[in-house]
Every structure is written in C-alpha cells, then in structure tokens.
Nanobody, 120 residues
Framework: QVRLVESGGGLVQAGGSLRLSCVASGTILSINNMAWFRKAPGKQRDLVAIIGYNGETNYLDSVKGRFTISKDNAKNTVYLQMSTLKPEDTAVYYC??????????????WGQGTLVTVSS
C-alpha cells in the first residue's frame, strides 16, 4: 500500500521561506508525476507545481520565480521550496503522486495536507 506523508508547513512572515517535503512509501515500482496543490478557504484547489518523471516542471503563474519543485528519486520524495512568501500563499498544501505499483497496477494518491500560513 502506497502512502504520501507531507511535512514542513507552518507559520511564516511575509517575505520568508519554507520548504515542504512529501515522501511516498510502500510498494512502488515507479513514479510518474509528483505535484503540489493548494486550497485556500473559499477558493478552488490550484495546481501549484508539478515535476514529471524526466524532471520537467511547471508552475502556477503566481508562484513562478518564488517556488521551486524538486525531487529525490532514490528517496521517492518531492520538495517545494517556497521563498518570498506572500499572505495570499496561505493555504493547505497537498502532495499528489501517480505511478505504478506493479506492471499492471497504477496508483494516484493525495497526502493529508499541510497548512502554510503567511502573516503580513
């Protein structure tokens, strides 16, 4: 059984930095994409950043130049380095990953979410 466990959220002042981590554990053959989403109260869930199997990345326009997604394939871990944080970045951040458990079985999972609060 595959699990995603996030860590690294917290309270930070505007202009500060945080790094989120998400570890995929369990029986994993390979991972295709790993991504970070966020949901603020009263708003829709947004895709913040995604990193593909080959390392290709894409970002939400509002975080480009401030956030960096990276991964450690050996550890099945994805990171989100967030810098120059703004109050509008306040949200619950969710990790998402999809891949293969075996040659004929796929998975797609969500983490439990980690709260990021940016004070002005």
């Amino acid at each position: 059984q595959v699990r995603l466990v996030e860590s690294g959220g917290g309270l930070v002042q505007a202009g500060g930095s945080l790094r989120l981590s998400c570890v995929a554990s369990g029986t994993i053959l390979s991972i295709n994409n790993m991504a970070w989403f966020r949901k603020a109260p009263g708003k829709q869930r947004d895709l913040v950043a995604i990193i593909g199997y080959n390392g290709e990345t894409n970002y939400l326009d509002s975080v480009k130049g401030r956030f960096t997604i990276s991964k450690d394939n050996a550890k099945n871990t994805v990171y989100l380095q967030m810098s120059t944080l703004k109050p509008e970045d306040t949200a619950v951040y969710y990790c998402n990953a999809d891949g293969w458990v075996s040659r004929d079985r796929t998975f797609e999972l969500w983490g439990q979410g980690t709260l990021v609060t940016v004070s002005s």
